[in-house]
């Protein structure tokens, strides 16, 4: 694995595929995390090319994406209604409009490249009394079948080291905030809730292939070193049909101001 690419910047490189292939989320998510409250407009941290700001943007809300990796920004920008801006800055110093009374702060899948306690200072510093941080990521949950136990043979015969979420057996995704287990909620935040919703997705080899092409730590594996992970990934979902269907649980943390 290559040490000169910052690990959470490593998604500008193929920040159109990034686009086409990561999925999206339910609109049970939305409908939980935007809820019935007077919301009209949200701060969406770690925007990546959009894909949950365009979903909320669908639902009437304007606002404010923060994205550091000017490929990834620039895509969401371009996707986004006139009722958005897209800052390109990490969330612990950006601006978010100079403001200090948002309602809404989501962070879709991007929260575990935040430093925790600037990044929880941040958020309480922007939101208004009551406003809500909402952390929520796709958590994939192999079916123990037969292309599982193959991935897993591919993952520990190739990439043993790997940690990514997308290698089949489980190897503790991302996103895990010390304290939060116990209940605890971070200094701003007077408590916190973790609720999850699940739903699934139905990929296509070359989809799978795809998505797999936009995680890091397949990215910071040396380009042939990943051709032959994937190459046996794409076999292995070949010889089952070249399809399969993958269930996800979007876990979901609010933290309420």
Known sequence: ??????QRLVFGEVADQYDRHRPGYPDALYDMVIGDGPVEDVLDVGTGTGRAAVAMAARGLGGIGVEPSPEMAAIARAKLPDSWVVETNDFEVCRAGDRHDWPLITCAQAWHWIDHDRGFAKAAALLRPGGVLALFWNRPTFRLDDLRHALDQIYDRLAPDMKSSLRGR???????????????????????????????RAYTTDEWIGLLETHSDHRLLEPGHRAEVHGAVRDAIDERGGRFMLPYRVEVLRFFA
Not at 174 to 198: C, H, I, S, Y
């Open 1 to 6: 694995m290559s040490g000169t690419r910052p």
């Open 170 to 200: 489980g190897t503790g995704p991302k996103g895990q905030l010390p304290g939060v287990e116990l209940g605890r909620p971070p200094t701003g935040f007077t408590a916190v809730r973790r609720d999850e919703v699940r739903w699934e």
